[in-house]
């Protein structure tokens, strides 16, 4: 069992920054990829990023290509996610999430999740 826990949320102003962390409990796999992903409220889960853990393949979300970047410390087991000219349209639940496998970028792909941080973006 994996245990994902995320950090670094808050409430910022429209193009502010943040940076999320999520720690994982211990490295797991020989072949795994990390990512990020969000929920409104009244949305649908949402897709924002991924990571390949071995080598660091990156894929963005288009609505957060360019302003977005996740990276990970493979030595601290942990995956981060600096947001920068936030918008109030970034206003979610931040999960962080694990992926036995090949990059996926729909919620049924990863197998493992954390409890979520909540991000707000006030205009």
């Known amino acids: 069992q994996v245990q994902l826990v995320e950090s670094g949320g808050g409430l910022v102003q429209a193009g502010d920054s943040l940076r999320l962390s999520c720690a994982a409990s211990?490295?797991?796999?020989?072949?795994?990829?990390m990512g990020w992903f969000r929920q409104a409220p009244g949305k649908e889960r949402e897709f924002v990023a991924a990571i390949t853990w071995s080598v660091g393949i990156t894929y963005y979300a288009d609505s957060v290509k360019g302003r977005f970047t996740i990276s990970r410390d493979n030595a601290k087991n942990t995956l981060y996610l600096q947001m920068n000219s936030l918008k109030p349209e970034d206003t979610a639940v931040y999960y962080c999430?694990?992926?036995?496998?090949?990059?996926?970028?729909?919620?049924?792909?990863?197998?493992?999740w954390g409890q979520g941080t909540q991000v707000t973006v006030s205009s």
């Open positions: 211990r490295r797991t796999f020989s072949s795994y990829v």
């Open positions: 999430a694990l992926r036995i496998g090949a990059i996926g970028t729909t919620p049924v792909q990863y197998n493992y």
